[in-house]
């Protein structure tokens, strides 16, 4: 008599598998797109950071409206030395440019109630990750 799995138990195995890659493969991609916005949340972080210090020097925030992070980098915390580069983008590998649609940062400023707000964006540029702000 010959030992060896059968061609029922083949295809139940086969058939286990299908039935685990279905139910995980979602939250293994879904994990990707989590991490990257961990890193967003971790660029305006250190971008508050920089704010602060700006403001700390200036005794002002930076006056801007709808100004997406590289515009705000460059002409406000570069030249002060409170960032060294514009920072990457953790969904594209690059230095945030202002056209930016995943995981873009945007920073407002009210004058009347001197609260600006930095606000990121996931992967679909709507839906929000966070909103940082100096209340």
Request: hydrophobic fraction near 45%; glycine fraction near 12%; aromatic fraction near 10%.
């Given at each position: 008599?010959?030992?060896?799995?059968?061609?029922?138990?083949?295809?139940?195995?086969?058939?286990?598998?299908?039935?685990?890659?279905?139910?995980?493969?979602?939250?293994?991609?879904?994990?990707?797109?989590?991490?990257?916005?961990?890193?967003?949340?971790?660029?305006?972080?250190?971008?508050?950071?920089?704010?602060?210090?700006?403001?700390?020097?200036?005794?002002?925030?930076?006056?801007?409206?709808?100004?997406?992070?590289?515009?705000?980098?460059?002409?406000?915390?570069?030249?002060?030395?409170?960032?060294?580069?514009?920072?990457?983008?953790?969904?594209?590998?690059?230095?945030?440019?202002?056209?930016?649609?995943?995981?873009?940062?945007?920073?407002?400023?009210?004058?009347?109630?001197?609260?600006?707000?930095?606000?990121?964006?996931?992967?679909?540029?709507i839906a929000k990750v966070l909103e940082l702000t100096n209340l």
């Open positions: 008599m010959r030992k060896g799995f059968t061609l029922v138990e083949i295809l139940v195995v086969i058939g286990i598998i299908g039935l685990l890659a279905v139910f995980l493969a979602p939250n293994l991609l879904g994990a990707r797109d989590r991490a990257k916005e961990a890193g967003v949340k971790g660029v305006m972080h250190t971008v508050q950071l920089a704010i602060e210090a700006y403001q700390m020097d200036n005794n002002v925030y930076p006056i801007a409206y709808n100004l997406p992070l590289e515009s705000l980098c460059r002409n406000y915390l570069m030249g002060g030395g409170y960032m060294a580069a514009v920072p990457k983008n953790p969904f594209t590998g690059q230095e945030y440019a202002d056209g930016d649609v995943m995981g873009k940062i945007i920073y407002n400023y009210t004058d009347a109630t001197q609260v600006y707000a930095l606000t990121g964006y996931k992967k679909n540029g």
